[in-house]
């Protein structure tokens, strides 16, 4: 029992997910019992063509409320003909027998505001057809009647208000949903630019010490087991940072960054120029400056051939800059991109810029500048 009604629960919110179908409106057809009995009573002269006139008005009203639900054929001419030729049948037979078959224009107006449905054409054909009803239903019963004018009116303009806000609330359902999948690969992209960074300097300063042990072993095995131990503290830090960075709960500290560019570079033979100016940053802006050294520190040890890297901080009253510079080779075939280009998306979210290329005595040059005031809001879209 519990698998039907969850079977039954499923296809009534899939139902309700797509909201009302022309099936909504075919049991409105029952309006029209009125002309039936009076078909059957011999009530009407001409029951015959009466009987066919209410076939034919009836497989008009269901295919043209069908055809109005779906979206391929709802705009085109052959609905609009259908739709053309239930009208003037509906007014043929209320002006032929008058009374109950009046009840044909509600009907009629419910088919009219599933076509129209919003939109000027919707007002271009509503007030002249309910004029049109008006006519016939105080020329066939008088004054009485013209309720049925109401109605019809009523008719067109509920139907198309009803369908014109189904249509609105699916458009914002699938925006909905657009911008969760949005959000989902923005986040997708903000783990993978993190990976990159973390990882990518992480195994290359493992890889630098492993080789500076093996160079040691052999003939200083004091200081192979220190780079040992430094592998080792580096993996703990590692693994603590990808932590942080899955929570997405990591803020970079500047100090803490430029000292691990620093043990990096002269593990690999490259000697470090660190300089620190200007007053206290904020946490968001020592963040995104992390991620630059540390991606700027990390190209330099893996690509660079460089024999002295020099890394500047300066900040002033709106903005600050950090530039990494190096003597290396410069650009070449096998200089990384994907690294620089996530820090430049990052950078310029916060409203900053990031310039790499060679530098003005050759090697390789990054400059990062932030505007202090404007780093919190743009660094919290980009890295939170």
């Given at each position: 029992?519990?698998?039907?009604?969850?079977?039954?629960?499923?296809?009534?919110?899939?139902?309700?997910?797509?909201?009302?179908?022309?099936?909504?409106?075919?049991?409105?057809?029952?309006?029209?019992?009125?002309?039936?009995?009076?078909?059957?009573?011999?009530?009407?002269?001409?029951?015959?063509?009466?009987?066919?006139?209410?076939?034919?008005?009836?497989?008009?009203?269901?295919?043209?409320?069908?055809?109005?639900?779906?979206?391929?054929?709802?705009?085109?001419?052959?609905?609009?003909?259908?739709?053309?030729?239930?009208?003037?049948?509906?007014?043929?037979?209320?002006?032929?027998?008058?009374?109950?078959?009046?009840?044909?224009?509600?009907?009629?107006?419910?088919?009219?505001?599933?076509?129209?449905?919003?939109?000027?054409r919707l007002a271009l054909m509503a007030f002249p057809l309910c004029v049109g009803v008006g006519?016939?239903?105080?020329?066939?019963?008088?004054?009485?009647?013209?309720?049925?004018?109401?109605?019809?009116?009523?008719?067109?303009?509920?139907?198309?208000?009803?369908?014109?806000?189904?249509?609105?609330?699916?458009?914002?359902?699938?925006?909905?949903?657009?911008?969760?999948?949005?959000?989902?690969?923005?986040?997708?992209?903000?783990?993978?630019?993190?990976?990159?960074?973390?990882l990518g300097h992480t195994l290359s300063v493992i890889v630098v010490k492993s080789e500076a042990?093996?160079?040691?072993?052999?003939?200083?095995?004091?200081?192979?087991?220190?780079?040992?131990?430094?592998?080792?503290?580096?993996?703990?830090?590692?693994?603590?940072?990808?932590?942080?960075?899955?929570?997405?709960?990591?803020?970079?500290?500047?100090?803490?960054?430029?000292?691990?560019?620093?043990?990096?570079?002269?593990?690999?033979?490259?000697?470090?120029?660190?300089?620190?100016?200007?007053?206290?940053?904020?946490?968001?802006?020592?963040?995104?400056?992390?991620?630059?050294?540390?991606?700027?520190?990390?190209?330099?040890?893996?690509?660079?051939?460089?024999?002295?890297?020099?890394?500047?901080?300066?900040?002033?009253?709106?903005?600050?800059?950090?530039?990494?510079?190096?003597?290396?080779?410069?650009?070449?075939?096998?200089?990384?991109?994907?690294?620089?280009?996530?820090?430049?998306?990052?950078?310029?979210?916060?409203?900053?810029?990031?310039?790499?290329?060679?530098?003005?005595?050759?090697?390789?040059?990054?400059?990062?500048?932030?505007?202090?005031?404007?780093?919190?809001?743009?660094?919290?879209?980009?890295?939170?």
């Open positions: 029992m519990a698998g039907l009604r969850d079977i039954w629960r499923r296809r009534a919110e899939s139902a309700r997910d797509r909201g009302p179908t022309g099936m909504s409106l075919i049991p409105w057809l029952l309006m029209g019992l009125g002309a039936i009995s009076n078909l059957i009573n011999h009530e009407v002269p001409n029951p015959w063509i009466g009987g066919l006139g209410l076939l034919a008005f009836n497989s008009l009203y269901i295919t043209v409320v069908i055809r109005a639900f779906a979206d391929r054929t709802r705009e085109t001419r052959v609905t609009w003909g259908l739709l053309a030729v239930l009208c003037a049948l509906t007014f043929a037979l209320a002006a032929a027998y008058g009374g109950d078959w009046l009840l044909f224009f509600p009907l009629m107006g419910l088919a009219v505001g599933a076509v129209l449905r919003r939109g000027r006519v016939v239903s105080v020329w066939r019963e008088g004054w009485d009647e013209f309720g049925i004018v109401y109605g019809t009116f009523i008719s067109i303009m509920v139907t198309a208000a009803i369908l014109t806000l189904n249509e609105t609330v699916q458009e914002l359902r699938a925006t909905r949903e657009e911008l969760a999948r949005s959000a989902v690969e923005k986040e997708r992209l903000r783990f993978s630019r993190d990976m990159h960074d973390l042990a093996r160079r040691l072993a052999p003939r200083d095995l004091d200081a192979a087991l220190a780079q040992l131990t430094d592998i080792e503290s580096v993996g703990r830090q590692a693994l603590t940072e990808i932590r942080e960075a899955v929570t997405g709960y990591r803020e970079g500290s500047l100090t803490t960054e430029l000292d691990r560019a620093r043990d990096a570079l002269s593990s690999a033979g490259i000697e470090p120029v660190v300089r620190q100016s200007g007053p206290p940053l904020e946490p968001q802006t020592e963040a995104l400056l992390s991620w630059v050294v540390r991606e700027s520190a990390t190209n330099a040890v893996r690509h660079s051939g460089a024999t002295r890297c020099e890394i500047e901080v300066g900040g002033g009253p709106e903005r600050v800059r950090l530039t990494v510079t190096d003597n290396g080779r410069g650009t070449g075939p096998g200089t990384p991109g994907s690294g620089l280009k996530g820090l430049r998306e990052r950078v310029a979210a916060a409203g900053g810029t990031l310039v790499s290329g060679p530098g003005p005595r050759g090697g390789f040059r990054v400059t990062a500048e932030l505007p202090v005031e404007a780093v919190e809001a743009g660094a919290g879209a980009a890295g939170a």
